[in-house]
């Protein structure tokens, strides 16, 4: 009886959806980059909706995604200078249609 209760109380601790390590990887590698374009860009986020996007996308229990999302965008900063201008154009050309998409800018 006692094993059928643990076993109860563990399935409802259960977060609302499983995700993967490599789910949590590409949610926080995305994320950052766009993030990181924000200054390099030219561009100002809307906090709310970064918020939003973060509300959706990640798990209220995972307390990786954090971590991963700073190193990623401390990664995509320096990546930022070492992009020759073109580079940079086309970067920033992206990661404005991106932000757009996710409403972070209008």
């Given at each position: 009886?006692?094993?059928a209760v643990?076993?109860?109380?563990a399935l409802s601790v259960q977060?609302?959806?499983?995700w993967?390590?490599?789910?949590?990887?590409?949610?926080?590698?995305?994320l950052g980059s766009v993030i990181a374009a924000e200054s390099f860009c030219?561009?100002?986020y809307?906090?709310?909706a970064i918020s939003g996007y973060v509300e959706r996308t990640v798990p209220a229990d995972d307390m990786g995604f954090a971590s991963i999302l700073d190193t990623e965008i401390y990664s995509a900063n320096y990546d930022q200078g070492e992009m020759e201008q073109s580079q940079k154009t086309a970067h920033c050309t992206?990661?404005?249609?991106v932000a757009k998409s996710y409403g972070?800018?209008?």
């Open positions: 009886m006692k094993l643990f076993a109860a109380v977060p609302a959806f499983a993967s390590e490599s789910e949590q990887y590409d949610a926080a590698k995305r030219g561009m100002s809307k906090q709310s992206q990661m404005r249609r972070f800018i209008d």
